[in-house]
């Protein structure tokens, strides 16, 4: 028989060939070419099979406080509440993983704080872009966002301008422009004006305009492995240098639509050298007299592990136990010659804007439903009954490109007075309005179950601003003890709105 140490050897050795078949069955169905280009630029301080062992990892759920919402002082009482064990992330002052057993994703989206816009759920490595587009003190007031969708980063980018300013946010998929609106909706978000197009047609239509742009790329998906483990099922060397050069033309009309002395960064969540490196190596001898790239090296206290020798953040799964990604940031130095403005037509602007008086009678009725906002960061403006609030920075780009969506529509007008939105109202709800009725988490459960509620105490007014948290739900009507529940059909969640405390079990 085998004496004790050396049954313990056995049963070690035992379990590491076992990793390693394992990580050998995953190597096996990646393609080859794709782990020898990897290793080819994997810096002397990794390995493969760590790089292996992490893409088999489940990815670690993360999530970023909306501080449009919530301070993140409150919100980390609040989780502390729920038992949430949460880890900061190191790059991002309002980011936190997760660190609860078998936690499932999909009930964090059911949380009511999450339906509450108090936070957003959000792949740790995707808040970098966004950290190194406000580094170094930068405070632009006027931002693109070029492929914008699902809206992390968009909304990221308003919390950190406080809503001032102006973003614009684009996004070349049709599909994926209904559920960004949704995100910066829910994130009260009041700021950005959305536009669908394909990336490369802004350098041409909208020349030297924003003081930042951020360029986060479609691209090969390379790094998203640990949570889509199909992502490399399309994967080819060809398709890699189909997407590089398309990636260029985006950095091209990128650096053209941004302004001498603007910033911009350059990010994607894939590995490969020539979607990154060479892209941005492209762009610095395009454009040699007119770009500088600044160093990342310091954007937070670990950069150091992930930082290449340009400058350039080359973030690997297993270095902070996160998904792969690369991000690099740029000054515009000089202007460069303006590329040949585009053939399509952008048609009739179909808003015309209120008058002062018309303005001031609907700030008046605005404030007596308990919604208020500060008034020169918002113009008022008209389309047939419909009135809408579009931040003003971004009135000298009307007529200049077409817009899917701009601001935020406010009420509609009816002989009696308006219908105050939705959307409206999570954004503008006044923390001092006479007319809110809190609700607790059971009513605010059924709330978003789109069902009247029925609590104990009834609101004294005939309109009251439902909140939960402190947090607006909706405007609703009193109907003898019931409030009529008044949330937009697309926001009801017939499945399990989850309490707050999340079990394990």
Aim: aromatic share 10%; hydrophobic share 40%.
């Amino acid at each position: 028989m085998l004496n004790s140490a050396a049954e313990n050897l056995f049963s070690s050795g035992t379990a590491l060939l076992s990793k390693l078949t394992i990580a050998s069955s995953f190597a096996d169905k990646l393609p080859a070419a794709f782990l020898e280009a990897t290793r080819a630029i994997m810096p002397a301080s990794l390995s493969m099979e760590d790089f292996i062992a992490a893409c088999q990892r489940p990815l670690r759920p993360s999530l970023r406080v909306n501080t449009l919402k919530i301070s993140v002082a409150d919100f980390l009482t609040l989780a502390g509440s729920y038992q949430w064990d949460l880890e900061p992330v190191p790059w991002c002052a309002e980011g936190f993983w997760i660190n609860r057993h078998a936690l499932d994703e999909s009930r964090l989206g059911n949380a009511l704080s999450h339906l509450a816009g108090l936070f957003y759920i959000q792949e740790a490595s995707s808040m970098l872009p966004v950290t190194a587009l406000f580094a170094h003190d930068t405070q632009p007031t006027l931002v693109m966002d070029v492929a914008a969708a699902p809206g992390s980063k968009t909304t990221q980018i308003a919390a950190l301008m406080e809503n001032q300013g102006g973003i614009v946010a684009n996004e070349y998929s049709a599909s994926r422009v209904k559920v960004l609106h949704a995100n910066i909706s829910r994130c009260g978000v009041s700021n950005t004006a959305l536009t669908h197009f394909d990336g490369r047609v802004f350098g041409a239509a909208l020349p030297e305009t924003f003081d930042a742009i951020l360029l986060d790329a479609p691209c090969s998906g390379e790094g998203v492995i640990r949570k889509d483990p199909d992502a490399m099922s399309n994967w080819s060397e060809n398709s890699v240098s189909d997407i590089a050069a398309t990636q260029r033309e985006l950095i091209d009309s990128a650096f053209h639509a941004l302004k001498p002395g603007g910033v911009l960064v350059y990010s994607t969540c894939t590995l490969n050298a020539q979607e990154n490196q060479q892209v941005c190596q492209w762009l610095l001898e395009t454009y040699a007299d007119a770009v500088d790239s600044e160093s990342l090296a310091d954007l937070f206290p670990d950069a150091q592990k992930a930082v290449t020798p340009e400058g350039y953040l080359h973030v690997f799964p297993q270095v902070y136990d996160s998904e792969g990604f690369f991000v690099a940031r740029f000054r515009k130095t000089n202007s460069v010659p303006r590329l040949p403005v585009p053939g399509y037509k952008i048609g009739r602007f179909p808003f015309s804007p209120l008058s002062r008086q018309d303005s001031a009678e609907i700030i008046n009725a605005a404030g007596q439903s308990g919604l208020s906002w500060q008034e020169k960061r918002y113009t008022l403006w008209q389309r047939d009954k419909e009135i809408w609030m579009f931040p003003a920075v971004l009135e000298p780009l009307f007529g200049k490109v077409r817009f899917s969506r701009i601001g935020i529509r406010l009420a509609e007008r009816f002989p009696k007075g308006f219908r105050w939105q939705h959307e409206a109202v999570v954004a503008f709800s006044d923390t001092e309005a006479k007319n809110r009725f809190e609700i607790d988490d059971e009513l605010a459960q059924s709330w978003f179950r789109g069902v009247d509620i029925y609590p104990q105490t009834t609101p004294p007014a005939d309109e009251c601003l439902v909140t939960w948290l402190g947090q607006p739900l909706g405007l609703a009507k009193r109907i003898g003890s019931r409030i009529k529940n008044s949330l937009p059909r697309e926001l009801v969640r017939d499945g399990a709105v989850r309490p707050q405390i999340l079990s394990d079990d």
